[in-house]
């Protein structure tokens, strides 16, 4: 929140100065109303447009790892409690308490002036005649004078004119919007330079309208001067949300300037300026680059990873029954295991499960057979976990219940029984990139807690200790990775669990080096030295020993093919019996084809030249 308060100030500011130096004492006063509205919309909306990059990326070698829930008992450490935010929320919520105050003041203060005083509509506007002495002032469409003026016609027709124009061009309108952004934004300065301009361009407009009604320039700029002066004015009731002929010179000109007169004066040379129409397209069209700026400067800019079609091949998620079959067993205190309606051991209890027709699957894919084994108290944890592995190897989920019961060497049948997986107690997480799933349905990182305490939300307290999740992970970056641990042990399932964890603890740091102790293991030790070398006797191990040489190197294939041609040896291409002349015309073109010679030392030798590997009987 405090960068995007930070990134609003800034645009707002950057687009109030380009107001001030280049549109202000322009005559484009209707451009000028729209740009202060839109820069206050503005400001606010660029700081939450995102460009998004999407990068593809392989798959990170093994398509799927899994990860067992765990759990890590650690120590809380109760960090200090911060009231720096308490603070800051109690001075912000004071504030808006104040201004909404302060703005339903006001128009409580305009209700009761029209509810309580005579009025009567004039073309679409209303006057309200008021007893006290006041400035003539407007709010919507009704427009505020004082009786007795008006009654003995003294209020300038340019004033009447002036206050009509606030009316019927819906300024009031305006003024309420801002009025209500000071309240939310009332910790922020520029919302009151921005609304201060904004009502000094209403005058503006309505000194235009007023001029072009035909009124004297100069009779009309002795006017202002008259109720400008602080003789003159004498409105004690004059509403902050009003319009009136004289505000940018009195009631909140001591806000922005020394000299009382200092904006009439800048009315006045308004009133005298004309902008080009060339002027008014380049002022205008200059606005076009300032905004492509300040999207760049201050959008948000974010990279999401996504997998390439092949790695979205390699790493396709399997997908989670819809319905669980029940496979019962139950364990005696003699190591009998009784499957459904079969007796069998812990060594053909896969060849049973077989037999009865269920199907083993590779333990990665989720399999809609579930295994519940119930075990009375004498059966010994270690034939349990045996028991465990074998139905793990098979593909089945596992729910271990003990009995408390003594087992009576019977157990009462049952059947296998179909049932939708929502009454089943499981539930399956796979992760790829950021692509959340939770038992097949779409989650995200902000969604992921909530899903999963919908998905609790009627389990018993011996279902949180019963279950563990399946969790299957592919090609997710670590960051991620641990965002979404975080919010895994948000949910009410970790916490039951004493704060289980969805990725393994880290490894254990490694021990410390030994302490090297003096004269110990420093190096400095006394140690013995190494054996001496041994004696060299001259032509013994000196080096000038009679070492047979090397043998001679193989002759290559065209000069055995030379020296068996001279032996009158037989050649055979291909099994095809050739002349002499042409295995060495082969030989030469093609230097790696395969030789097989027999009868080498007899006085008809055989040669035989293929492309086939050579086979040795």
Not at 326 to 350: P, R, S
Request: proline share 7%; aromatic share 10%.
């Amino acid at each position: 929140m405090e960068v995007y308060i930070l990134k609003s100030v800034a645009c707002l500011g950057i687009l109030f100065g380009f107001y001030k130096l280049v549109l202000e004492n322009t005559s484009l006063h209707t451009t000028k109303r729209f740009y202060l509205l839109g820069s206050l919309l503005v400001s606010m909306l660029i700081p939450f447009i995102t460009f998004t990059e999407y990068v593809e990326i392989a798959p990170l070698g093994s398509a799927m790892t899994e990860f067992p829930a765990t759990h890590t008992d650690t120590t809380p450490n109760i960090a200090p409690i911060n009231y720096v935010p308490y603070f800051i929320g109690i001075v912000y919520g004071l504030g808006v308490l104040i201004f909404s105050l302060r703005f339903g003041r006001n128009l409580l203060r305009i209700y009761r002036k029209v509810r309580y005083n005579p009025k009567f509509k004039s073309q679409s506007v209303f006057h309200v005649l008021l007893q006290l002495p006041m400035t003539p002032h407007s709010f919507f469409n009704y427009i505020f004078f004082n009786k007795t003026d008006y009654d003995s016609d003294t209020i300038p027709e340019e004033v009447i004119i002036h206050e009509t124009a606030h009316a019927t061009q819906k300024h009031s309108w305006d003024i309420v919007v801002i009025e209500l952004l000071c309240i939310v934004f009332w910790f922020n300065p520029l919302i009151y330079f921005i609304k201060h301009s904004i009502k000094l361009n209403h005058e503006f407009l309505a000194d235009r309208a007023v001029l072009k009604k035909g009124a004297d320039t100069s009779t009309y700029q002795k006017i202002l001067l008259d109720f400008s002066s602080p003789v003159n004015y004498r409105d004690s009731s004059l509403i902050n949300l009003a319009h009136s002929i004289n505000y940018s010179s009195t009631r909140l000109n001591g806000l922005f300037s020394k000299d009382a007169f200092g904006q009439v004066k800048k009315r006045f040379t308004v009133m005298k300026t004309h902008t080009t129409k060339r002027a008014a397209w380049l002022k205008t069209l200059l606005v076009l680059p300032l905004l492509a700026a300040l999207v760049y400067g201050f959008s948000t800019s974010q990279v999401v990873e996504k997998a390439s079609a092949d790695a979205e091949t390699a790493m396709e998620f399997p997908k989670v029954p819809t319905s669980v079959i029940e496979v019962q067993i139950h364990v005696n205190t003699t190591g009998g295991i009784l499957v459904n309606e079969n007796l069998t051991d812990i060594d053909n209890l896969e060849n049973t499960l077989l037999t009865l027709g269920y199907n083993k699957v590779s333990p990665a894919k989720p399999t809609n057979l579930v295994a519940h084994m119930y075990a009375s108290d004498e059966v010994s944890m270690e034939t349990i976990f045996d028991i465990s592995e074998v139905l793990q190897d098979f593909g089945l989920y596992k729910r271990i219940n003990h009995s408390s019961a003594k087992e009576t060497g019977l157990v009462q049948k049952n059947k296998p029984t179909s049932y939708n997986i929502k009454d089943e107690k499981l539930f399956v997480i796979m992760v790829q990139l950021s692509k959340i799933t939770i038992n097949g349905k779409s989650s995200s990182l902000k969604t992921f807690a909530r899903d999963i305490d919908k998905l609790t939300k009627n389990w018993k307290e011996t279902d949180y200790a019963d279950t563990r999740p399946i969790i299957k992970i592919a090609s997710t970056p670590n960051t991620f990775l641990q965002k979404l641990d975080a919010e895994y042990k948000k949910t009410h399932f970790s916490k039951a669990n004493g704060g289980l964890g969805l990725l393994p603890p880290p490894p254990p740091p490694p021990p410390n080096p030994p302490k090297v102790l003096k004269g110990v293991n420093d190096g400095d030790s006394n140690v013995p030295p190494p054996p001496p070398a041994p004696n060299v006797i001259k032509g013994v191990n000196d080096g000038d020993t009679n070492i047979p040489p090397p043998p001679p190197p193989p002759k290559s294939p065209l000069d055995h093919v030379i020296e068996m041609a001279k032996k009158n040896a037989t050649f055979y291409l291909e099994g095809e019996k050739i002349s002499s002349d042409k295995a060495i015309e082969v030989i030469k073109s093609n230097n790696n084809l395969n030789i097989q010679t027999t009868g080498k030392s007899s006085k008809n030798p055989q040669v035989k030249i293929s492309t086939k590997p050579v086979k040795i009987n």
